[in-house]
């Protein structure tokens, strides 16, 4: 048996995920940047629907800290099971129609085979023009030279990166220059932040372990993670 650390690190990555949200909502890339007034802009997160790719802890925790602004959460994963907090659960082939009806997307999912370029162009195109794309979790779910002509052409309201691939992002890239994206340097769990969970996790399974009951964070060669 082989045991990772997934679910382990949800919290702070959810938080980071509800951060570069509002962010995104705000328009605070654009302001940030800013040297004049400018207009009025930004847009509530109250009543959004929001489609989450992934049902781990990440998206557990994220449909936690979603509860309060009454959202439609649309939650896409392998299998059908539904995940308490969430409106639907649908399969991976229901995502181009997902992606359609959603405000926010998140991505929450393991890169896996399956998962990879996950968003491309076509589901670039297919997304909402006022959609924003959030990926708190790998870099190759998205081609990121399709993003970066999505966001050029204004196919998408915006995206907010914590993740890239390529890792760190050249500085020569032009998505550090594109008004419509956000980019943090894979900050959303620091050291700081996940010595004491990872801490937990080792002290946790050890006692299951000794007591013979299942350990937490189970790796599944099948699923690939």
Do not use: C
Not at 100 to 118: Q, W
Not at 140 to 166: F, H, S, Y
Not at 192 to 211: G, T
């Amino acid at each position: 048996m082989w045991t990772s650390a997934k679910g382990a690190y949800s919290q702070p990555v959810a938080e980071h995920a509800l951060a570069l949200i509002f962010a995104m909502l705000r328009d605070l890339p654009i302001r940030a940047r800013a040297h004049d007034w400018g207009k009025p802009a930004g847009t509530t997160l109250h009543g959004k629907r929001v489609l989450i790719v992934g049902a781990g802890g990440i998206a557990t925790e994220l449909l936690r800290l979603l509860a309060p602004f009454n959202n439609h959460v649309v939650i896409i994963r392998r299998t059908p099971a539904p995940v308490p907090g969430a409106q639907q659960t649908e399969p991976f082939e229901r995502l181009s129609n997902e992606l359609a009806e959603a405000d926010i997307v998140v991505l929450a999912a393991a890169l896996t085979p399956l998962t990879r370029k996950l968003i491309a162009a076509p589901e670039l195109h297919t997304m909402n023009p006022g959609a924003i794309l959030i990926n708190i979790a790998r870099g190759g779910l998205i081609d990121l030279d399709a993003l970066t002509t999505a966001l050029a052409d204004k196919q998408i309201r915006g995206a907010a990166l914590d993740v890239t691939e390529p890792e760190p992002l050249p500085s020569s890239h032009p998505l550090w220059k594109e008004p419509r994206a956000l980019i943090t340097p894979h900050t959303a769990d620091t050291w700081d932040m996940i010595w004491p969970l990872l801490q937990e996790r080792i002290i946790s399974n050890a006692k299951h372990f000794l007591a013979g009951t299942d350990m937490r964070g189970q790796i599944n060669p099948a699923a690939g993670y």
